[in-house]
């Protein structure tokens, strides 16, 4: 046993041999990556785990792995690599439309899901996320959030080879399979858990285990409570008596990553997933994976060291895989996980609440400074843009954006919070609370798009606010996300009130199943699903054929009024300027706000031409795509 020293040469050499060991005369270019990865992934892993008298290792049993895995990788994928390796933009394209839903919850299983695809085709999708489909406790599992098997699908769902089948006919279609690679903790009944539990060697310290309350008091003074009606603080106890970390439900446990085992085991993995086939991975709970003593445990440095070491040995061994960050924190944190070396791909939670928070106030200025100031991004990395998400809608934006608007963060919250669940006179939206947290008036909402637009409450600009909110997310570049349902204007499901495994997490109201009379009449402009499917696919087919919308780049654009967000997409040949106004009546952007641009230009939606000498109508919730030239 030896520790890693920094610029060991003799490091690099037992990685080497390890790797070789596995490769056993195979080399498909592996070789030629590891000698680009180790100078990389050996500091990384010196600044993890540089304490450790098994360090050196811990190190080679990791490149070992990847050797093993790279060798089991189906052919088709390794060609993958090569083409992904060749074009590494590819996520970049104004193509990608990306969507999100339950397997069981939209088709029942994995074969059911697979029946449709050319519904998929048909929406003109590049990227599917499947919510997480693998062993899990049965009652609450928190949506599969906590994972029993990451090699095994849940059996009510499918097995892994149909999944791995599933990937490959995706593929062929054209779509990315996008699954949760859920690294921060384990369900309970985990096999590693359980041998944690039980002291077994090798396992004691995967997770975060203490004898008595003495640290979990101490970390508690610092850690944020993320599901308190669950459990209050962090820890749950063990029927032994002892306690153990639990940031979310009291059967997630979170994984020690100080030890370098836990490192391997969820290396391996991670391996595993993109040999079957998973092209993008969502890295779930990413903020929380380091703890730290007297910090919030929160996005610490360390969170992402592991990122980036991860991350290289997927380049060792399933180079053409991304990471997609799962970061619902403070805007300045979002960003820091999206780089090349980390995340490539990123939610955009502050766009998401932002597009929320301009439908409330019907003032688009916090929005407008976000995609003025935070909407930039690192070269080949992405935005997802999305309305909603299984997930609940928390305020991240930062309170000295608001405060630079002379708005006041708590209470602007305070007023959000209760603007979508109904309690705010005159409201239109009908969103349920979820975790309110009477200790620290903290509380976040649940509700599908429809519901929280107004489309339940039978508001009147409650579809036009459907399509507001979209085509924020279409056009303000990166891959946009739809959540399957929205586009058939599902509701709220108060369903999940009567299911014992739900009751206790209103999440669940915006988890509907898939509503077959809903999707059958999307061709029926007599109906809400028809005129909501309708006017979106053809904002996604705009989409589609307009290669401004590529990229992440947009430049500012700003009208004299705060109902009015403006930004500009700028192509080789033209531009396109986007004016949506979020506000209830309708507003004249004056020729003189459009007077830098020649007067003849297209609405790309419609097709239609727009003379912009005589100023421009939009109507109340409406908003343009505009093909213009500078004059
Ligand atoms: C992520 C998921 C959420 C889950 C949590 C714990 O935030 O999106 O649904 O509850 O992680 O895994
Ligand atoms: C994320 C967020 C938290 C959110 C939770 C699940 O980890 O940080 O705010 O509520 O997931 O809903």
Redesign the pocket.
């Known amino acids: 046993m030896a520790r890693l020293v920094p610029n060991s040469t003799t490091d690099l050499i037992a990685a080497t041999a390890a790797a070789e060991a596995q490769l056993d005369g195979e080399d498909d270019g592996f070789r030629e990556r590891l000698a680009e990865v180790l100078p990389i992934l050996h500091p990384l892993f010196a600044q993890l785990y540089g304490e450790r008298e098994d360090g050196r290792e811990a190190l080679a049993a990791v490149v070992a792995a990847a050797a093993r895995s790279w060798r089991a990788r189906p052919t088709d994928l390794k060609q993958l690599d090569a083409r992904r390796t060749q074009h590494p933009d590819w996520f970049l394209s104004e193509k990608m439309l990306g969507a999100v839903c339950y397997v069981d919850r939209f088709a029942g299983d994995l074969a059911g899901l697979r029946d449709q695809i050319p519904y998929f085709q048909e929406l003109g999708l590049t990227y599917l996320h499947l919510m997480?489909l693998f062993a899990s406790p049965e009652g609450n599992n928190?949506?599969g959030?906590?994972v029993s098997s990451y090699r095994e699908v849940h059996p009510r769902l499918g097995t892994m080879a149909e999944l791995a089948l599933l990937a490959a006919d995706l593929r062929k279609a054209g779509i990315s399979l996008v699954v949760?690679f859920?690294f921060?903790?384990t369900s309970n009944e985990h096999e590693w858990a359980r041998k944690a539990v039980a002291g077994e060697p090798g396992y004691e310290d995967f997770y975060l285990i203490f004898p008595d309350r003495t640290m979990p008091d101490l970390y508690e003074q610092t850690v944020r409570e993320?599901?308190p009606d669950d459990h209050p603080g962090a820890f749950v106890q063990l029927p032994d008596g002892r306690w153990i970390w639990a940031?979310?439900?009291h059967f997630?446990w979170d994984l020690n990553y100080a030890n370098p085992a836990v490192f391997q085991a969820m290396a391996e993995e991670m391996l595993f997933l993109a040999n079957q086939g998973v092209e993008v991975l969502?890295m779930?709970?990413v903020a929380f994976i380091w703890k730290r003593l007297g910090t919030a445990c929160e996005s610490l440095p360390e969170a992402h060291l592991l990122l980036r070491a991860f991350n290289q040995v997927l380049r060792l061994g399933a180079p053409s895989v991304l990471f997609k960050s799962?970061a619902?924190v403070h805007p300045d944190e979002v960003i820091a996980y999206i780089s090349p070396e980390e995340c490539q791909l990123s939610y955009n939670p502050l766009q998401m609440a932002l597009g929320w928070e301009a439908l409330a106030t019907r003032d688009g200025r916090l929005l407008q400074k976000a995609l003025d100031e935070r909407h930039a991004l690192p070269a080949g990395t992405s935005w997802v843009n999305y309305v909603r998400?299984?997930?609940d809608i928390g305020w991240t934006f930062a309170d000295e954006d608001a405060a630079a608007l002379g708005i006041d963060g708590y209470p602007h919250r305070r007023f959000l919070n209760d603007f979508y669940v109904g309690r705010f006179d005159g409201t239109f939206s009908r969103g349920v609370p979820f975790q309110e947290n009477p200790k620290t008036g903290d509380a976040r909402v649940a509700g599908t798009t429809a519901s929280l637009a107004g489309v339940e409450a039978g508001d009147a600009g409650g579809e036009d606010r459907v399509i507001l909110a979209h085509s924020l997310a279409l056009s303000t570049g990166g891959v946009p996300l739809l959540y399957l349902g929205d586009e058939v204007g599902q509701l709220n499901d108060y369903g999940y009130r009567d299911d014992p495994a739900h009751a206790d997490d209103s999440?669940w109201v915006h988890r509907p199943r898939r509503d077959e009379k809903a999707y059958a009449s999307r061709h029926d402009l007599s109906t809400v699903a028809g005129r909501l499917h309708s006017r979106l696919t053809q904002l996604i087919e705009t989409r589609r054929r307009t290669p401004e919308f590529a990229g992440n780049a947009l430049a500012p654009f700003h009208t004299p009024h705060a109902s009015v967000v403006g930004y500009q997409r700028i192509g080789s040949a033209r531009t396109i300027l986007v004016l949506a106004n979020v506000g209830d009546s309708e507003v004249l952007i004056e020729p003189i706000t459009l007077s830098g641009f020649a007067p003849a230009a297209t609405d790309i939606v419609s097709g239609a031409e727009v003379r912009l000498s005589s100023g421009l109508m939009l109507p109340a919730h409406g908003f343009v795509w505009l093909g213009v030239e500078p004059v």
């Open positions: 997480p928190d949506g959030y906590a949760d859920i921060n903790h993320i599901f940031t979310f439900y997630q969502r779930d709970a799962e619902i998400s299984h997930d999440r």
